[in-house]
Each structure stands twice: as C-alpha cells, then as structure tokens.
C-alpha cells in the first residue's frame, strides 16, 4: 500500500524548519540546504514544495505570524488578562523569539522589496485588526479611539520585542511584561474613559 503523504504538513515542516535556520544564520546566510537538513529532509524535496528559496523564505515568515496570530486566537475565549494575552506577542520563551528574529529578518528585506513591503504592510493591518478584535471582546466599543490604541499597542509591543531580542538578560520575560503593563496602561485607561 504506497504512502500517504500531508503535502500540506510536510510543507508546514519545512517552513518551520526555514524558520530555525533564519533565526540562527540570518536572513542573507540561509541556504535551501541549510533548510533541508533542519528539515531532515533533502533539497530536492524542499524545491519540489516551493519553487524557490524567496518562496520557501516567505513560507517562513507566513509562519512566524501564522503562529503567533493562532496562539492569541486559541486564548482569547478563555483569557481574562488582557495583558497576558497581549504578552503572547513578546519574545519571552525560545519559540517566540524565533518568530521576533525571522521578523526582523524580513523587515530588512522589505525595505528593499516593494512586493515585500506590500505584503508586511497587508500582515500589519491585519495585526492591528486583530487588536482591535481583542480590545473588543475586553469590552472597548469600536471606533477610531479603539483603532488608535489598537496601533499604539503594535508600536508598543515591536519596541519591546526588539529591545528583548537585542538585549536579553536586560529584558527577560518578567521585565518585557512589567513594561507591556506600564506602558500599556495608559492606552487602556483612555479607552476606560471613553467606555464610561
């Protein structure tokens, strides 16, 4: 009996794998081969599932933020802190950090690539939504107060994630998220305003 093969599991796996290789070598140093042995697989099948290095890069990059936005939608329903469910987008344990580094791999890259660029541009509004999304189900009312905090939250949690992974014994887990707390408070306490 041959084999059934999840094209769209082995795909998930290389991307992943892509992703390790980006976040230990960079973004300029990645090769297909280097993917395919993460992978443990060989490099003929990587270019059998993207037809490219760009494409199997981009693959990666889809997944760092596929998993991040997962993550936050697997605990929205449950989770009452707000904080804690904004902190799944912080670089606080290996697996996130590894999404921070293949991010900040592509935002060079972006710069330089204007369909690139239109594609962070695409995954940022979508980010931003999805804050909005959850500021609602906190209990904020919708409308542009909200879409502000929902920016002002973004441009927040970029700035302590690059600080953490350029720094990480001066922004370990616990002070990443006493500063999501502090300066994400005020935000919050303009949006309480408005709710009152």
Same mark, same amino acid.
């Given at each position: 009996?041959?084999?059934?093969v999840?094209?769209?599991? %082995?795909?998930?796996?290389?991307?992943?794998?892509?992703?390790?290789?980006?976040? +230990?070598?960079?973004?300029?140093?990645?090769?297909?081969?280097?993917?395919?042995a993460?992978?443990?697989? +060989?490099?003929?099948?990587?270019?059998?599932?993207?037809?490219?290095?760009? !494409?199997?890069?981009?693959?990666?990059?889809?997944?760092?933020?596929?998993?991040?936005?997962?993550?936050?939608?697997?605990?929205?329903?449950? #989770?009452?802190?707000?904080?804690e469910?904004?902190?799944?987008?912080?670089?606080?344990?290996?697996?996130?950090r590894?999404?921070?580094?293949?991010?900040i791999? @592509?935002?060079?890259?972006?710069?330089?690539?204007?369909? $690139?660029? %239109?594609?962070?541009?695409?995954?940022?509004?979508?980010?931003?939504?999805?804050?909005e =999304?959850? =500021?609602?189900?906190?209990?904020?009312?919708?409308?542009?107060?909200?879409a502000?905090?929902?920016e002002? $939250?973004?441009?927040? &949690?970029?700035?302590?994630?690059i600080?953490?992974? @350029?720094?990480?014994? %001066? @922004?370990?887990?616990?002070?990443?998220?006493? =500063?999501?707390?502090?300066?994400? !408070?005020?935000i919050?306490?303009? =949006?309480?305003? &408005?709710? #009152?």
């Open positions: 009996m041959p084999k059934i999840d094209h769209e599991e %082995r795909r998930r796996a290389i991307s992943a794998a892509a992703c390790q290789v980006i976040a +230990t070598k960079g973004l300029a140093h990645t090769t297909v081969r280097d993917i395919a993460e992978a443990g697989c +060989t490099t003929g099948m990587v270019v059998h599932y993207f037809a490219d290095k760009r !494409a199997v890069l981009r693959a990666a990059l889809g997944a760092a933020s596929t998993a991040v936005a997962d993550r936050v939608t697997r605990m929205a329903p449950e #989770s009452g802190d707000l904080y469910l904004l902190s799944q987008c912080l670089p606080m344990d290996r697996t996130r590894v999404e921070w580094q293949v991010w791999a @592509f935002w060079d890259w972006a710069t330089h690539d204007t369909e $690139l660029a %239109r594609e962070q541009r695409t995954r940022y509004r979508a980010w931003r939504e999805a804050l =999304l959850v =500021l609602t189900s906190a209990g904020y009312r919708p409308g542009p107060d909200l502000n905090a929902a002002s $939250l973004t441009i927040l &949690i970029d700035g302590i994630g600080q953490a992974v @350029f720094d990480p014994e %001066r @922004f370990p887990p616990d002070r990443q998220l006493e =500063l999501l707390r502090n300066q994400a !408070a005020p919050l306490a303009e =949006l309480d305003e &408005i709710r #009152s």
